[in-house]
């Protein structure tokens, strides 16, 4: 389509001049002590959620538009 083309070539555009940090990729939870993901420290982040804030939680997830392949049904 021709709007995608537009569009192609406005990130072409963007990207072509610029220079990316490839420095190293990690993950880091935030969550626990010394940043290490134990399931002690997801459980005790787990126990202080509200229910009101995972319900709001869930809300925001169902509500997100996802393609058609990617939908899942809410019981």
Known sequence: MAWESVQEEELMHI???QKFD???DTWVWKEGEDEVYTVKS???LLQNISVEESNDLFD???SLKALPNAQYFRP
């Open 60 to 62: 925001v997830l169902w």
């Open 22 to 24: 490839c420095g190293e």
């Open 15 to 17: 990207i072509t001049n």
């Open 42 to 44: 997801a459980y005790n």
